[in-house]
Nanobody, 115 residues
Framework: QVQLVESGGGLVQPGGSLRLSCVTS????????MSWYRQAPGKERDLVAS????????HYADSVKGRFTISRDNAKNTVYLQMNSLKPEDTAVYYC????????WGQGTQVTVSS
């Protein structure tokens, strides 16, 4: 079955960096568009970044442009989110996502930006 397993979250001070990873299995990763979403308490789940199957096309939410970078390693079935210059408003649970017959989500990883 499809599995998405995120890791790399944690507590970081404003201005700091984190790198999230999402290891996948159960589908043909190299043909799948992959995305990162986030959900803050009391808010909807929003798209943060997405990347095409070969990695040639990326999309970012305006709020993270220039600070976050999405990338993928098709040999490792893994997608990454490098987050730099983190702000308190980046605090959220971050989810890995893909779609096939349905939407597939990971369990999420908590990112907390606080001094």
């Amino acid at each position: 079955q499809v599995q998405l397993v995120e890791s790399g979250g944690g507590l970081v001070q404003p201005g700091g960096s984190l790198r999230l990873s999402c290891v996948t299995s159960g589908f043909t990763f190299s043909t799948a568009t992959m995305s990162w979403y986030r959900q803050a308490p009391g808010k909807e789940r929003d798209l943060v970044a997405s990347i095409s199957s070969a990695g040639g096309t990326t999309h970012y939410a305006d709020s993270v442009k220039g600070r976050f970078t999405i990338s993928r390693d098709n040999a490792k079935n893994t997608v990454y989110l490098q987050m730099n210059s983190l702000k308190p408003e980046d605090t959220a649970v971050y989810y890995c996502h893909t779609f096939g017959r349905t939407d597939y989500w990971g369990q999420g990883t908590q990112v907390t930006v606080s001094s």
